[in-house]
């Protein structure tokens, strides 16, 4: 699978979790708890200049070990069957200007299931 072709779906109006692990090319862990990191959500195409839909620059790092959590608020807004696209963005510590695209691709929202009253999940 392609780094930038990775397909996820989400459910709107329902708290999204992503989780990342990142290695070096030899496969070890590498820390980016220096590092900027953020998740966007841009209508697709992504063009330059776009807006993010969501920019979550907030995430849980441990080591090479980050978690996104994006609050329900935050999906309601988006609208089930449109093209849109995530990104995982880093920005290591120490530079200026530089920020890659660490893995993303399309993104299928769809409408959260009914809540279904006296029934556990």
Do not use: C, H
């Amino acid at each position: 699978m392609n780094s930038f072709n990775v397909p996820v779906t989400i459910f709107r109006n329902r708290v999204w979790t992503a989780n990342f692990t990142l290695f070096d090319a030899e496969k070890n862990p590498f820390d980016v708890s220096g590092d900027g990191l953020a998740l966007f959500v841009f209508p697709t195409p992504p063009v330059t200049g776009s807006v993010p839909v969501i920019a979550n620059r907030n995430p849980g790092v441990e080591t090479n070990v980050v978690s996104f959590v994006t609050p329900d608020a935050e999906t309601e807004p988006l609208v089930a069957a449109k093209p849109y696209t995530w990104q995982f963005v880093r920005s290591p510590s120490g530079t200026t200007g530089t920020t890659t695209v660490v893995v993303g691709g399309p993104l299928t929202v769809e409408d959260s299931p009914p809540w279904n009253e006296g029934v556990s999940p």
